[in-house]
Nanobody, 127 residues
Framework: QVELVESGGGLVQTGASLRLSCAAS????????MGWFRQAPGKEREFVAA???????YYAESVKDRFFISRDNAENMVYLQMNWLKPEDTAIYYC?????????????????????WGKGTLVTVSS
């Protein structure tokens, strides 16, 4: 069982940057793909980014070249660097972990079905 705790959300203006952090505990987090998803008010949760155990990275088209995912396996941390934030990025951001050890997909959709979830951190971008 992997436990995930997000931090780093907040209120920022359009064009600002934020870095979200996710602390993972339990099991062997370094063996699993990790990801970030978000849910905006009134919308369904959507994929943002994923990083495999062997550091392959995948992004949603809407955030490509603005958001960057990384991980520090020694510290069991996953990060989401968000640059050039827009009002449409406003959402609750969730950290997630896959349940398949040493799995490496070939496209973002391979990471849509993550099993473990944090409680989320709110990001609000004002116009």
């Amino acid at each position: 069982q992997v436990e995930l705790v997000e931090s780093g959300g907040g209120l920022v203006q359009t064009g600002a940057s934020l870095r979200l952090s996710c602390a993972a505990s339990g099991g062997t987090p370094s063996a699993y793909a990790m990801g970030w998803f978000r849910q905006a008010p009134g919308k369904e949760r959507e994929f943002v980014a994923a990083i495999s155990w062997n550091i392959n990275k995948y992004y949603a088209e809407s955030v490509k070249d603005r958001f960057f995912i990384s991980r520090d396996n020694a510290e069991n941390m996953v990060y989401l660097q968000m640059n050039w934030l827009k009002p449409e990025d406003t959402a609750i951001y969730y950290c997630a972990a896959d349940s398949r050890p040493y799995y490496s997909g070939t496209s973002p959709s391979d990471y849509y079905g993550m099993e473990f979830w944090g409680k989320g951190t709110l990001v609000t971008v004002s116009s």
